[in-house]
């Protein structure tokens, strides 16, 4: 999935020379921890490959932080209504393990891909945000990211009211609670409805990921623990007996290690992909709502003009 | 670990003909819930096959309950000091799982085990007890069991008391608390410390292995939620990507099955056998307490018998009329101390036989769990990687298109 959001963008194959091919290539990398206390976080160094004649190139480097990823997203979702702008990986809300190793790895993934699939999309990637997301400086970047006005630059606790908001508001638009104006369109129907019932099920089969993820984690620390403790018994017993159990805690042990490692490798190479599957089905709701409004839109303007149209006629 | 003890008991090979050997063979089956309410209780079919002479044969039916076998480990232990009664499974402490299938199985294995383990011990065979239990009608056994004033004849509560009061006698005892009087018998020492040392380690190991059990039950568990919901999202997909999801659904869901039962397996076959290990080194912890008893009432005696020695020598020189009375205190003092010492070396002697049969069991049945335990495993990862390779050709059918 990564390999084909990073390889070169946007045009087909041509008989030019593959240096004077457009490209344009980003990776998220080195996660490093600044500032201290509460007011921590981590910084990601962005690196574009491109030959546009727009961009700084062949290479630039710049420092970012996830609140700069925000302020991407959110320009692109005014910008660009219609298209499925590419989901963000969550804030974390637990505290404790805003730092874990873990976490930070799942991160700088999922801002990897966020980067690479706007990159690689042929509209998104023209976009004037993104070339000042990638080229600007870091004092550019933090003056423009603390006049955002946007939707999302609020406290996380408000974030997720907001959120919420749009998500029963999203409902409502689309089963058309607000008021009658609807599109009656059955292709558009059908999708909307898969979309929902989609939603739903990937939740579901993320979370039991999940607990699938932290099962084996379990198994393989509870097959540590016997091992130790069969060590222990062999050491008190003698001989056969003795050997034994020796050998059993020895496997045990060994054993507990590859559970654990596969249990990370479930986090990372499949239950993350479930849960950012969710997200983009998220992002989708959210590009849904925006159609129905401007559909709305398009209707009261229509019916305004007609009571217009009619009132002009009327003073003549 | 059943098989050899539920052979054929006893004497060494004969060249007798095979039906003239003495043999006594017991099964504990068919447990059956009796009574109501907070009365109720399970029931045991006690089926005993033999040919000795004192027995009602060639097969004889009774029906007990757990106080039963109870009865008969007390009278045991009373009786036979020196000697490893084997131990019984507990009384379950939880209310709610008192009747469930998988206890009353692990139960009735456990008494299974109890009574053929003393069936095939050359001593405790012999027992009159052991011949009551397996022949004496249901009437003559609720009497025998309600007169019992036994030491573990009382409410839980007061048992787990009653035992704590034994655990601590016996490291008092065993430790010399109580008075400086232990053997000086460095063997001896050796092996009270193996026996401490083997049952801490042994709760810990035992102890581990449940989680192991309850953690495969909880992965099982896991992978089947997983399954259905795999499954729901593939009929709500279509084509390939669908048929993926509902592929990787059914796979998750057999796998779940098979870890579920392989939990199973591990608690009969691997758990149960590390906690009767346990048990018995309980029961040889008692034992222990027993031969200290004997030892101290032994050097009591012994002490007692001099004083009066040095007593009587004194009323001999001045001629006392108490001479008398004091010689035939003394003589019986002597026969009890002589008692009293026989009894110590009874218990020495038997313990010495003991320990070696323990240990050569104890091999065995270990040995026999480890098997079982590698095996079953094994054989679970093997299905599991089966499962998942068999998947992958029909999931890279879908990622190609």
């Not at chain 1, 974030?159 to 029963?168: A, C």
């Not at chain 1, 490798?265 to 709701?285: C, G, H, T, W």
């Not at chain 2, 009437?139 to 839980?156: A, C, H, I, N, V």
Request: aromatic fraction near 8%.
């Amino acid at each position: 999935m990564i390999n084909t959001q990073r390889s070169a963008s946007g045009s087909s194959q041509s008989p030019r020379s593959p240096s004077s091919q457009p490209y344009l290539s980003v990776s998220v990398t080195d996660p490093v921890k600044l500032g201290n206390g509460v007011q921590a976080y981590i910084s990601y160094r962005v690196i574009t490959k491109t030959n546009f004649p727009e961009y700084q190139g062949p290479e630039k480097i710049v420092i970012r932080r996830y609140s700069d990823f925000v302020w991407l997203r959110d320009r692109l979702f005014e910008k660009y209504k219609g298209i499925f702008i590419p989901p963000l990986p969550e804030k974390s809300a637990v505290e404790k393990f805003r730092f874990s190793a873990e976490f930070i790895e799942m991160r700088r993934q999922g801002l990897d891909l966020f980067v690479n699939r706007i990159a690689s999309h042929p509209e998104l990637q023209q976009s004037e945000d993104l070339k000042t997301f990638l080229q600007a400086d870091e004092e550019t970047m933090e003056r423009l990211r603390s006049q955002d006005t946007g939707y999302f630059k609020k406290k996380p606790a408000d974030l997720m009211q907001i959120f919420k908001d749009v998500q029963s508001k999203v409902s409502d638009v689309v089963l058309g609670k607000e008021k009658p104006v609807e599109e009656s369109n059955p292709e558009y129907e059908k999708l909307k409805h898969y979309i929902f019932e989609l939603e739903n099920h990937l939740a579901e089969a993320q979370k039991h990921a999940y607990r699938l993820v932290k099962r084996h984690r379990e198994l393989g620390e509870s097959l540590s623990d016997f091992g130790k403790a069969a060590k222990l018994l062999g050491a008190c017993e003698g001989d056969a007996l003795g050997k034994a159990f020796s050998e059993l805690g020895m496997k045990s042990e060994a054993l507990s290690v590859k559970l654990q490692r596969e249990a990370h490798q479930l986090l990372m190479n499949f239950e993350e992909p479930l849960k950012d599957y969710v997200r983009a089905v998220q992002s989708i709701k959210a590009t849904i709502a925006e159609r129905a409004n401007a559909f709305r839109q398009q209707c009261e303007l229509a019916e305004t003009m007609k009571l217009k149209e009619i009132n002009l006629y009327d003073s003549f | 670990m059943i098989n050899t003890q539920r052979s054929a008991s006893g004497s060494s090979q004969s060249p007798r003909s095979p039906s003239s050997q003495p043999y006594l063979s017991v099964s504990v089956t068919d447990p059956v819930k009796l009574g109501n309410g907070v009365q109720a209780y399970i029931s045991y079919r006690v089926i005993t096959k033999t040919n000795f002479p004192e027995y009602q044969g060639p097969e004889k039916i009774v029906i007990r309950r757990y106080s039963d076998f109870v009865w008969l480990r007390d009278r045991l232990f009373e009786k036979y000091k020196g000697i490893f009664i084997p131990p019984l499974p507990e009384k379950s402490a939880v209310e709610k799982f008192r009747f469930s299938a998988e206890f009353i199985e692990m139960r009735r294995q456990g008494l299974d085990l109890f009574v053929n383990r003393i069936a095939s011990h050359p001593e405790l065979q012999q027992s009159e007890d052991l011949k009551t239990f397996l022949q004496a009608d249901e009437e003559t056994m609720e009497r025998l069991r309600s007169q019992d004033t036994g030491y573990f004849k009382k409410k839980p509560a007061d048992l787990m008391q009653i035992f704590k009061d034994v655990q601590s006698k016996v490291s008092d005892v065993v430790l010399g608390k109580e008075k400086p009087v232990e053997e000086s018998n460095p063997e001896y020492e050796k092996l009270k410390h193996y026996i401490f040392e083997l049952e801490n380690h042994l709760a810990e190991a035992q102890k581990h292995a449940y989680r192991l059990v309850k953690r495969h039950r909880e992965l099982g568990e896991s992978l089947s939620d997983f399954g259905k919901a795999a499954k729901l999202l593939g009929a709500c997909e279509g084509d390939a990507l669908g048929k993926a999801f509902s592929e990787l659904g059914m796979k998750s869901e057999a796998l779940s099955v098979k870890l579920q039962r392989e939990a199973h397996q591990l608690l009969m076959n691997f758990e149960e056998p590390l906690k009767d290990y346990v048990r018995a080194v309980q029961s040889i912890k008692a034992t222990i307490a027993e031969r200290a008893n004997a030892f101290r009432q032994q050097c009591e005696l012994a002490e007692t018998m001099k004083l009066k020695e040095i007593n009587l020598d004194k009323l001999m020189l001045t001629r006392s009329d108490k001479v008398g009375e004091a010689e035939i205190e003394y003589k019986e003092l002597k026969a009890e101390s002589e008692d009293s010492t026989r009894r110590f070396e009874t218990i020495v002697r038997l313990m010495n036989e003991e320990i070696v049969r323990f240990q050569e069991q104890k091999t065995l049945d270990m040995g026999i769990a480890f098997h079982n335990f590698s095996k079953g495993q094994a054989r679970l990862a093997s299905s599991i990687a089966d499962a998942w390779r068999t998947l992958l050709p029909k999931l890279e059918a879908c990622s190609s298109s």
